[in-house]
């Protein structure tokens, strides 16, 4: 899928008229000095995508306090020919071709994948940055997926609660190990899909634990064989939320954390979201949209030009905000240069 333009009005910092941006579908480049609203404009493509708003809703209504509501909208093209608007308040509203749509059932439409600033932990950051990658590679995938996360959530917080109060949490196990077991074996198959798109020898991907019997029996014996623990700690000490993604360079078998450098980093971060991509199109049938905040920050001209290439090849809609521009003169990109 490819975005043919997008409309944005009341929308963070731009509060003038109607600001319509019609984008190419490869590389496109928002560029401008900080605070002119390229993160702001990023946001709206990410709402327009199924993916919300980057902190709270209420904050994406015009800065200048005159508004109620905000408002984005999108043409889109390719494996389908659609349009896509959103009415902001304090909630957002979706609608694909006038009808009301779910976040869920948008992103199966335009499949997409988000690297913002904060990304760069994904590869030396808490293991709850990699989990965060699996999981939106999942709600992409399965479509139970965010809602059964956010079910297990809802369960582990009232287990926990009942465990710091002294009393039995018996009444939250089974669907502890229901929710919390298929979460887990959903992440461990969509890695190993995502394994299996890779090209690359040089480094490995794989989930700790692994589990060589089914996720919901695994918790069932743990919380069984850890009880007196889990007392103690008023807290559960098993599942998902302990699930860690392990990225050691094959050379060395060392963390990817401490054999590279934070422009390496930012290379073998965005070889796992192109695989991510191949993956999208394999398994949904339909091009991914990249959005990228910052992308080539830290890299030298080597790196950039090695990102350049990577994104050129993948043929894919590719967004990304810079200061300046990042690439070579000589090259033409789609985009738009903002105002301070």
């Given at each position: 899928m490819r975005f043919d333009y997008s409309i944005i009005r009341n929308f963070r910092n731009f509060s003038g008229p109607d600001l319509k941006i019609n984008w190419d579908p490869g590389i496109n480049l928002i560029l401008g000095k900080n605070g002119s609203g390229k993160t702001n404009l990023l946001e709206s493509l990410s709402i327009l995508t199924g993916w919300g708003a980057f902190s709270r809703t209420s904050n994406v209504i015009s800065w200048s306090?005159?508004?109620?509501?905000?408002?984005?909208?999108?043409?889109l093209s390719g494996e389908e020919t659609f349009s896509v608007s959103s009415e902001i308040s304090s909630r957002i509203s979706l609608r694909l071709n006038d009808k009301t749509i779910s976040f869920t059932d948008l992103r199966l439409s335009i499949p997409s994948i988000i690297f913002l600033t904060g990304n760069l932990n994904l590869i030396d950051g808490s293991p709850s940055s990699r989990r965060l990658f699996i999981d939106r590679l999942c709600a992409l995938f399965i479509p139970p997926y965010a809602k059964r996360l956010a079910d297990f959530r809802n369960v582990t917080r009232t287990r926990s609660l009942l465990l710091r109060q002294g009393k039995s949490p018996s009444?939250?196990?089974?669907?502890?190990?229901?929710?919390?077991?298929?979460?887990?074996d959903m992440r461990r198959e969509v890695l190993k899909q995502l394994i299996s798109v890779s090209k690359s020898s040089k480094f490995k991907l794989e989930f700790i634990p692994s589990l060589v019997i089914s996720g919901r029996e695994y918790l069932s014996e743990?919380?069984?064989?850890?009880?007196?623990?889990?007392?103690?700690?008023?807290?559960?000490?098993?599942?998902?939320?302990?699930?860690?993604?392990?990225?050691?360079?094959?050379?060395?078998?060392?963390?990817?954390?401490e054999s590279l450098s934070r422009g390496q980093k930012r290379r073998l971060i965005l070889?796992?979201?192109?695989?991510?991509?191949?993956?999208?199109?394999?398994?949904?049938?339909?091009?991914?949209?990249?959005?990228f905040d910052d992308l080539t920050a830290e890299l030298d001209s080597e790196g950039r030009e090695w990102t350049y290439q990577r994104l050129k090849e993948t043929k894919w809609q590719v967004f990304i905000t810079a200061p300046e521009k990042p690439f070579s003169s000589r090259k033409k990109f789609g985009g738009i240069n903002l105002p301070c």
């Open positions: 306090g005159k508004n109620l509501r905000a408002y984005a909208a999108a043409r009444m939250t196990t089974e669907p502890y190990c229901d929710l919390g077991g298929w979460i887990m743990m919380l069984e064989r850890e009880r007196k623990r889990e007392i103690y700690a008023q807290r559960p000490l098993f599942g998902p939320g302990y699930d860690e993604i392990s990225i050691t360079m094959t050379e060395n078998g060392r963390p990817a954390s070889y796992m979201i192109i695989i991510s991509g191949r993956l999208i199109k394999h398994r949904m049938k339909r091009d991914p949209v990249l959005l």
